[in-house]
């Protein structure tokens, strides 16, 4: 397999989807791992690490009061690291809920993100010198707006791609059909990153829709497709890596499958166990990104128990002095949620923030 065979149309569309390492670290295709370097490899397992680490930080911050809720990225590292690294300064990403570790690889501060879902609006606020929206709640609302982003870029010959990231939920919203019809007609350089995680709280993919894929949902649009192992952090960051230069030098949208699995539950007031069993989601476990890597890079030479022990240590160490930061930062005032939507408040917003304030 090739490189350019990663991207299929609707004369191609793969058998299996695309994957270099199989659940048990064996190479898939040996001439695509090459792509990527050693050092490379064992950057992907570390930031994998890094944010497993952070996002149970994340659930304990909720459980102890210290959070407001929280969806956790478990199962869906190598979505987020091979998304996140894959893209370039240039490009703009435009997340959904889950992107805790797609967000930080892309240079916003984990600190943001813990802040946000603590309710501080500041959470919000990204460096100047990164193109990332805020985080989006609507179920596929942001679709139209990366669209939009894509489109604006290419009437203004600016550089750069857009990658937006949604579930497998989101592809049943009109935004989501919306978007991809003026992308496809448009021509804009847009990837559509869905990190399809098996579940849109408890509505299980199979009666999400009856297309076989959401792979195949691109074809309606003249939008081409690409179905990636989403467990498989090589695989998505080659993906990834095609999509955007697809998108880049041809202004051809893609969108991208990355078949995964949520191994937590939806968020923090979720309980997965009311509508899945023990058995399917102990099978998924086997099949998890951060194990696969570990076992090739291990047989490989690359890493070893001594190495994993001062890793974990440094994480744990690092998202401490992380979280200790926000919680120090997270006081709230309230008056926030109007003053902070827009660089000035509307009519509409002024008058409910004047009531607000004299209760
Ligand atoms: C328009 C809209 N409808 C409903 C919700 C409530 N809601 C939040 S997340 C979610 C499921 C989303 O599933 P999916 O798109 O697969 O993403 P995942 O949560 O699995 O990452 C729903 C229905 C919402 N936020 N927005």
């Given at each position: 397999m090739e490189i350019t065979e990663i991207l299929v149309d609707q004369n191609g569309f793969p058998a299996e989807m695309f994957q270099?390492?199989?659940?048990?670290?064996?190479?898939?295709h040996q001439n695509l791992l090459d792509l990527v370097s050693k050092e490379q490899l064992v950057d992907f397992y570390k930031w994998m690490v890094k944010i497993r680490i952070a996002d149970r930080r994340a659930i304990n911050l909720q459980r102890t009061g210290q959070m407001g809720t929280y969806p956790s990225v478990y199962g869906q590292e190598a979505c987020q690291v091979g998304s996140g690294l894959g893209l370039e300064k240039e490009d703009w990403l435009v997340p959904t809920f889950r992107e805790t570790g797609t967000m930080w690889c892309f240079g916003v501060p984990l600190y943001q993100t813990l802040l946000y879902w603590m309710g501080?609006?500041?959470?919000?606020?990204?460096?100047?010198?990164v193109n990332c929206l805020p985080i989006a709640i609507?179920?596929?609302?942001h679709l139209p707006h990366a669209m939009g982003i894509a489109w604006a870029n290419k009437r203004q010959n600016k550089p750069g791609a857009v990658l937006c990231s949604f579930g497998d939920?989101?592809?049943?919203?009109g935004d989501f059909h919306a978007a991809l019809n003026f992308a496809g007609q448009?021509?804009?350089?847009?990837v559509f990153f869905c990190?399809?995680?098996?579940?849109a709280i408890s509505t299980p993919r199979s009666i999400q829709t009856?297309?076989?894929?959401?792979?195949?949902?691109a074809f309606a649009y003249g939008v081409k497709a690409i179905q990636v192992d989403g467990n498989d952090v090589v695989a998505v960051y080659l993906a990834v890596k095609q999509a955007l230069k697809e998108a880049k030098e041809n202004l051809t949208p893609v969108l991208i499958e990355a078949v995964t699995y949520r191994?937590?539950?939806?968020?923090?007031?979720?309980?997965?166990k009311l509508y899945r069993a023990d058995d399917e989601v102990t099978e998924m476990q086997r099949r998890e990104p951060i194990a696969r890597l570990k076992k090739y890079i291990e047989a490989t030479g690359l890493w070893d128990e001594a190495k994993e022990a001062q890793l974990l240590e440094e994480c744990k160490k690092g998202v401490d002095e992380i979280a200790e930061k926000a919680l120090t930062h997270?006081?709230?005032?309230?008056k926030n949620m109007f003053t902070m939507m827009y660089a000035e408040m509307t009519p509409a917003l002024q008058k409910q923030h004047d009531e607000f304030l004299k209760q």
């Open positions: 270099v390492l199989d659940p048990e670290g064996n190479v898939v501080n609006e500041t959470g919000s606020k990204m460096p100047e010198d609507t179920v596929g609302g939920g989101a592809t049943s919203e448009i021509q804009t350089a847009n990190q399809n995680n098996g579940f009856a297309a076989k894929s959401i792979a195949q949902k191994l937590g539950d939806h968020t923090t007031v979720d309980n997965s997270a006081k709230l005032d309230p």
